[in-house]
């Protein structure tokens, strides 16, 4: 009597197990909407990646060009400074020749 008890508790435990774990239609269901889910994440992280790419050829471009409109005022400058260096040296050599 003891021993079919015992079975009967492992048959109820199995059960109870069982029906906890759902029906392999639902479990294929679950299984089909992980799979959804991890499809559509894996597609956002490929959009991430493209449009990291993407910014990074946005930050070059705008880091090269603003390079190249610094050297450029850069190089105005250096001319204005040379210009009126030299004519300030043009007109000392003015004064020192009337002199």
Do not use: P
Request: proline share 0%; hydrophobic share 45%.
């Amino acid at each position: 009597m003891f021993f079919f008890s015992g079975l009967n508790k492992k048959k109820e435990q199995y059960e109870a197990e069982l029906e906890s774990l759902g029906s392999i239609r639902d479990m294929h269901l679950k299984e089909s909407e992980a799979s959804g889910k991890i499809s559509g994440l894996e597609k956002k992280i490929q959009y991430a990646e493209i449009e990291k790419v993407q910014s990074n050829k946005k930050a070059d471009s705008l880091l090269l060009l603003w390079y190249n409109q610094a050297c450029n005022s850069y190089f105005i400058l250096l001319f204005v400074v040379l210009f009126l260096f030299f004519l300030v040296l043009e007109c000392l050599m003015c004064l020192l020749y009337v002199y």
